[in-house]
Nanobody, 122 residues
């Protein structure tokens, strides 16, 4: 399985970004996809998940501001990030899991991609 994240950048507080993650090498479409992030000096943390049935779950810190979505036809998962604040700064990664709830427990099935840097700064 290969993961390629893109869409990061530098944005002012209150701004928006849309991240994309392309997935290849997965033959079964019934998998959960999600996003993680790692802030400088901190551990990587789970951000959001979406199932093949479009069920979603979010970390408390991003709920109401971030929206995860997926396009099964293109094997792409997105993260729309609104109302960004400096605490959202970090490298954002995507990954997948075979079952619901696993990503929140840091159980994922792929090696990490290169991630995409998000910097929120005035």
């Amino acid at each position: 399985v290969q993961l390629v994240e893109s869409g990061g950048g530098v944005v002012q507080p209150g701004g928006s970004l849309r991240l994309s993650c392309g997935i290849s090498g997965v033959t079964d479409s019934h998998y959960v996809m999600g996003w993680y992030r790692q802030a400088p000096g901190k551990q990587r943390e789970w951000v959001a998940s979406i199932s093949s049935f479009r069920n979603t779950d979010y970390a408390t810190s991003v709920k109401g501001r971030f929206t995860i979505s997926r396009d099964t036809a293109t094997n792409t998962v997105y993260l729309q990030m609104n109302s960004l604040n400096p605490e959202d700064t970090g490298v954002y990664y995507c990954n997948g899991a075979s079952g619901w709830g696993e990503l929140q427990r840091n159980n994922f099935f792929a090696s990490w991609g290169q991630g995409t840097q998000v910097t929120v700064s005035s």
